[in-house]
């Protein structure tokens, strides 16, 4: 369960079973919605309901009862680390197996219904026999749900499939009972369209191939459901397995990840996973935090520092107190958002919804219609009772029910893939419409990694020399700056290194800097004080260098334009946008950042606070722009929450990554082309899905109606239709980063499955 409080509403999540199509999702929706003070999102492609109410007024037994008093299961979700069965694998393996059956014994019924050499003396007799377990245990999911339907007083897919098995086998039945059909010495013409003049027609192989060709494409749907949703699982397996739990008495106590508790703490040794979020209590060391932000560079932590749980510790023994556990770690909130955006619904979805729950009746109604027509003009069931199953057949709309949610599955599972977690379906369209993106400058456009930029030897001192004593002493530690300072020092081959065997009694001074001997003299390196920064350096990092007790020079480190920005903004411009830098910084800084990236000007605007970046984005909506915002610190999510789309860097704060739309796992804007690019790429494969469902049933009911259509090819059709909305979904797995050589897939979805 994820239960929180939020502006006095709680939240539940429940694991639904027992849906067989979109019509279920419906019904269970409809039936929580009618509960006081309760709101409920059903999606039956992830079998969840999402449900919200104000304490007092619901729980989460009631909720439960309500969705089993209509024929389904609901149950909260597994708790972390609580071992539950798949319910998904273990549907797919009974699909599996009935199909198998429905194969097996239906493909003879087929051969022998649909090619007359082949109808020896008795056949239609073995054809019952083979159609039967297919007509029965096949096709029972369909029965089972039906008669769900029927005790609701309801219709569903389902009931469509049931009627339309159950009358093609109840009819052949009586036929071979009751008729010449049933003859030894019978046989019957094969007919892809009904002959009118055959009064004793069997419909065996429509019975036994429907239900194969429908459960061939629940099979494949259940398959791409759990092929999307690699990427959640990928996610969640970032997580430590185990944790080593410091005991009073100083011992460890090995424990399961999911067993620790806030407060708990777990010692992490180099190389290792930290367990869970939490804030180190002794030991320094550095994190790589790749795996979960895509960050390359590891980040300096000391006692007070706050770790994220599923990153690696590089260096140094560190003990860590748990701070967030469960289902409140950073890891489980990214997962949420992965799973967020496949519960939710998109307007278009909503509308396919609206469609079934009516469109069902109405086929029933037309097959009574067909029927009624067809027995007026023939005065034969017999005859009439073909094209009124080829009605319920081609009707059944299991490609609507699939169009909307198999393309939400495959395109938000592949941006979990490419780092692009979708936090709602609803997102999609508001990629569609915008035309203005506000870029914050540091941690977004800049790398947020040091580099030197400037050096300003004092006296005596050359800036050879400077570079080369501050190298000395910095290349022991791990710091950011210090590893600016080494790499300038390895870009430039005339610097050269010092003899470490002239380098002794290194000390790193925590929060301060570093000192050591330097073939005799006493070198320290540390942040400059005010009076040693040089007047022109203002918005630089100042690093000042002390020989025994003397400044000899300061270096000034700063914040570097990405490499990948420039095309990446070209990018966004090609598709449509309009850029716009917006940051804190003076105007000239920001004005030599805009220039670098290709940003004009006029479309920088610097010095702003805060309030003033929601300001901005307000200016720009009141001009009837459609904006979206990039951003990734605390003061950046007022306007992502006020931006039509809110995009924040992966690599920033909870509270930006709350306040968004879209998070980047990757902190590169090509990820934020490579999301507007995707997301309007799956509203396009949803709409498309939906043209198809939609055509195919306007066409292909007219058609069965008409008496131009045969049972056995409407069932093909159907099954066809569901299977190409799958297959059109599935094509989304394909999606290429369009510089794919420069934002490489983050590791820990490589293994995906996707």
């Known amino acids: 369960m994820s239960a929180t409080t939020e502006n006095t509403l709680e939240h539940v999540d429940l694991e639904l079973t027992g849906m067989t199509c979109a019509a279920c999702a419906a019904r269970i929706e409809k039936k929580l ?35 089993e008093s209509i024929g389904y299961g609901a149950a909260l979700p597994a708790a972390l680390g609580e071992e539950r069965p798949d319910a998904s694998l273990a549907r797919a393996a009974d699909l599996q197996r009935r199909l198998i059956v429905a194969i097996a014994f239906g493909l003879p019924v087929l051969v022998l219904s649909m090619v007359p050499p082949f109808q020896f003396r008795g056949w239609q007799w073995v054809a019952l026999v083979l159609a039967t377990p297919v007509a029965l245990w096949s096709a029972w999911p ?12 309801e219709a569903s897919m389902d009931t469509l499939v049931s009627v339309g098995v159950t009358a093609a086998y109840g009819w052949s039945l009586y036929a071979l009972l009751a008729t010449s059909a049933g003859d030894l010495g019978a046989t019957m013409p094969m007919s892809l369209v009904p002959s009118r003049g055959d009064s004793h027609h069997l419909y065996l192989e429509v019975a036994s191939t429907t239900v194969a060709l429908i459960l061939a494409g629940r099979w494949f749907e259940v398959r791409a459901k759990r092929r999307a949703g690699g990427a959640l699982r990928a996610l969640l397996a970032l997580g430590a397995d185990t944790a080593s739990v410091l005991q009073p008495d100083g011992s460890e106590l090995q424990v399961a990840a999911g067993d620790l508790r806030v407060g708990d703490r777990f010692v992490v040794r180099p190389g290792d996973r930290i367990a869970t979020d939490g804030m180190v209590e002794s030991g320094t060391s550095a994190v790589d935090m790749s795996l979960v932000t895509g960050e390359s560079v590891p980040v300096e932590v000391a006692p007070g520092s706050a770790v994220t749980g599923a990153t690696i510790n590089a260096n140094g023994r560190l003990v860590v107190r748990a701070t967030r556990v469960g289902a409140d770690t950073a890891l489980s909130q990214m997962a949420r958002l992965v799973e967020a955006a496949q519960s939710g619904k998109a307007p278009v979805q909503r509308l396919a919804d609206r469609v079934a729950g009516v469109f069902v009746p109405v086929v029933i109604t037309l097959a009574a219609a067909t029927l009624g027509y067809w027995f007026a003009r023939t005065d034969s069931l017999s005859q009439a009772m ?31 893939q490419l780092g692009i977690l979708i936090k709602g379906p609803e997102i999609l369209e508001s990629t569609r419409k915008v035309d203005t993106i506000v870029l914050d400058k540091t941690g977004t456009v800049t790398t947020g990694v040091m580099e030197v930029v400037r050096l300003d030897p004092l006296g005596d001192m050359s800036a050879t020399r400077l570079l080369q004593l501050a190298t000395a002493i910095e290349r022991n530690s791990e710091h950011p700056i210090a590893a600016a300072i080494v790499r300038a020092s390895a870009a430039d081959p005339g610097t050269g290194s010092i003899d470490d065997g002239t380098v002794s009694d290194f000390v790193a001074l925590t929060g301060v800097g570093a000192q050591a001997m330097v073939a005799g003299a006493l070198v320290t390196v540390g942040r400059a004080a005010a009076d040693d920064v040089p007047a022109d350096a203002e918005g630089l990092t100042v690093v000042a260098v002390h020989v025994d007790g003397t400044l000899v020079g300061t270096i000034a480190v700063a914040d570097t334009v990405k490499p ?29 950042v805009g220039t670098e990236v290709g940003i004009a000007p006029a479309d920088v605007i610097a010095g702003v606070l805060p309030a003033q970046k929601v300001t901005e984005v307000q200016r720009l909506q009141a001009e009837g722009r459609v904006v979206a915002m990039v951003g990734d610190g605390v003061n950046d999510a007022a306007a992502l929450a006020q931006a039509d789309l809110g995009i924040a860097m992966g690599t920033g704060t909870d509270v930006a990554i709350e306040a968004s739309d879209l998070t980047l796992v990757r902190a590169d804007l090509h990820a934020a082309a490579d999301a507007i690019r995707l997301s309007r790429r799956t509203l396009a494969v949803i709409k498309g899905n939906l043209f198809w469902a939609f055509a195919y049933n306007v066409a292909a009911i007219p058609l069965a109606m008409s ?23 599935l094509r989304l797995r394909r999606f290429r980063p369009v510089m794919a050589h420069e934002h490489a897939e983050a590791p820990a979805m490589e293994n995906a499955g996707i």
Not at 399 to 408: F, R, S
């Open 142 to 153: 369909f029965h089972l749900a039906a008669w769900r339907n029927l005790r609701q007083a």
């Open 386 to 416: 073909a094209p009124a199953m080829a009605v319920l057949i081609i009707a059944c709309p299991c490609a609507l029910g699939l169009a909307t949610p198999t393309a939400l599955l495959v395109g938000t599972g592949r941006g979990a």
């Open 707 to 729: 008496w131009r259509l045969s049972p056995v090819v409407a069932s093909a059709a159907m099954a066809f239709s569901s299977v190409f909305v799958v297959s059109n979904s």
């Open 564 to 592: 990948s920005s420039a095309a990446a903004i070209a990018r966004l411009r090609a598709l449509g946008l309009r850029p716009i830098l917006l940051t804190g910084d003076n105007a000239a800084t920001a004005a030599a």
């Open 33 to 67: 919605n009618r509960l006081d003070g309760v709101t409920a999102t059903v999606n039956y492609a992830t079998e969840k309901a999402n449900v919200t109410f104000a304490p007092g007024t619901a729980t989460t037994d009631a909720l439960i009862a309500t969705v």
